[in-house]
C-alpha cells in the first residue's frame, strides 16, 4: 500500500488562498487515483475532489466547484489541492486518500469513499471571517 502525508494546512482570512500537498512513498504513485475528503467540525467526513492517475478524469464536490483545483505530479509521487476564495465554511481537516484503479485513467465517478485504502493523517484548515 501507498503511505500518505499531507501538509500545507493552516490559518487564512476569508477570501484567501491555500495549497496543499499529499505526499506519497512506497508502491507506484501511479496506480492510484487520488482523493481529498474533508471533516468539518462536529460533522461526517465528505468527499471533495478526486483525480485518475493521468489526470485525464477530476471530480469535485459541488460546494467547492470552481474554487478548488486538485493536481497530481506522478513524478514527484504528491497530490495537490489548490484552494481559493476560502470561506469559513471551509474549515476543516483535509485528509488525502488512495484507491487502487491500477492505470485506469478514464473515470465515470469517483471511487466511493470505502474504495480508498490508504488515508493520510490529515492537515487542518481554518478559513477565519
Known amino acids: 500500500q501507498v503511505q500518505l502525508v499531507e501538509s500545507g494546512g493552516g490559518k487564512v482570512k476569508a477570501g484567501g488562498s491555500l495549497r496543499l500537498s499529499c505526499s506519497a512513498s512506497g508502491e507506484d504513485f501511479s496506480n492510484y487515483t487520488m482523493g481529498w475528503f474533508r471533516r468539518r467540525p462536529g460533522e461526517e467526513r465528505e468527499f471533495v475532489a478526486a483525480?485518475?492517475?493521468?489526470?485525464?478524469?477530476?471530480f469535485y464536490a459541488d460546494s467547492v466547484k470552481g474554487r478548488f483545483t486538485i493536481s497530481r505530479h506522478n513524478a514527484k509521487n504528491t497530490l495537490y489541492l489548490q484552494m481559493n476564495s476560502l470561506k469559513p465554511g471551509d474549515t476543516a481537516g483535509y485528509y488525502c486518500?488512495?484507491?487502487?484503479?491500477?492505470?485506469?485513467?478514464?473515470?465515470?465517478?469517483?471511487?466511493?469513499?470505502?474504495?480508498?485504502?490508504?488515508w493520510g493523517q490529515g492537515a487542518w484548515v481554518t478559513v477565519s471571517s
Open positions: 486518500a488512495a484507491s487502487r484503479t491500477l492505470r485506469v485513467d478514464l473515470l465515470l465517478d469517483p471511487p466511493p469513499e470505502g474504495r480508498y485504502s490508504s
Open positions: 483525480i485518475s492517475w493521468g489526470g485525464r478524469s477530476t
